[in-house]
């Protein structure tokens, strides 16, 4: 099964607003990241958060790690028609290298409304 | 950014039917290049990380002989969909990496669609 489940499945929001997306994992990882992925087009990368570290703030990005809970969150602020797209986040095992194998979480479909 | 190139971008092709399907970097050396597999509205599942010289390492389940990965060159990765059929069909990506802790890339993918 998936390392990560991401909560909500799919998300839809007017521009403006914040958008809220929340992934759980299983073991314990090396790092987190967030991916972007436009509709059957590749993956951007978002953000890193490392498992010492709790937040981490990129332009409108959010990102919060709380490994104790196994669990991390991103926060889209303001959001803009062009964040809509899927979002997914991946992790990268405890002993693994920085940027190494990811597992995938089931991934946020978002949809912001003009 | 580095930049990662995916050929071909779609393809259809005939069941029982061999399909390839080439990762580049194209201006880095990836040591490391990793394939997954996308169906639609789903995730990424990993299938197998390749290394440049060496057999590809296969994730449980995914069965080798059905899905060839050759790593031939630090610029270069295939994967070669053998006697492709229907349920085959899916989003390919690949991402490549120089190693040690060096930053993912990923391509834009390959959709199969095997008819």
């Known amino acids: 099964s998936q390392q990560g489940e991401e909560d909500p499945q799919a998300l839809s929001i007017q521009e403006g607003e914040n958008a809220t997306m929340n992934c759980s994992y299983k073991?314990?990882?090396?790092?987190l990241q967030w991916y972007r992925q436009n509709s059957g087009r590749g993956l951007v990368h978002l953000i890193l958060?490392?498992?010492?570290?709790r937040e981490k703030h990129r332009g409108r990005l959010r990102v919060t790690l709380d490994t104790s809970k196994k669990s991390s969150s991103l926060l889209i602020t303001a959001s803009r028609a062009a964040d809509t797209a899927s979002y997914f986040c991946?992790?990268?095992?405890?002993?693994?290298?920085?940027?190494?194998?990811?597992?995938f979480g089931q991934g946020t479909i978002l949809t912001v409304h003009p | 950014g580095a930049v990662v190139s995916q050929h071909p971008s779609w393809v259809i092709c005939k069941s029982g039917t061999s399909v390839k399907i080439e990762c580049r970097s194209l201006?880095?050396?990836?040591?490391?290049m990793f394939w997954y597999r996308q169906f639609p509205k789903q995730s990424l599942m990993l299938m197998a990380t390749s290394n440049e010289g060496s057999k590809a390492t296969y994730e449980q389940g995914v069965e080798k002989d059905k899905f060839l990965i050759n790593h031939a060159s630090l610029t270069l990765s295939t994967l070669t969909v053998t006697s492709a059929h229907p349920e085959d069909s899916s989003f390919y990506i690949c991402?490549?990496?120089?190693?040690?802790?060096?930053?993912?890339?990923f391509g834009e993918g390959s959709r199969l669609t095997v008819l």
């Open positions: 958060i490392r498992s010492n570290e």
């Open positions: 991402s490549a990496t120089i190693g040690g802790g060096g930053e993912l890339f």
């Open positions: 991946a992790t990268v095992r405890a002993g693994g290298t920085s940027y190494g194998k990811l597992t």
């Open positions: 201006d880095f050396q990836a040591t490391t």
């Open positions: 073991t314990s990882i090396n790092n």
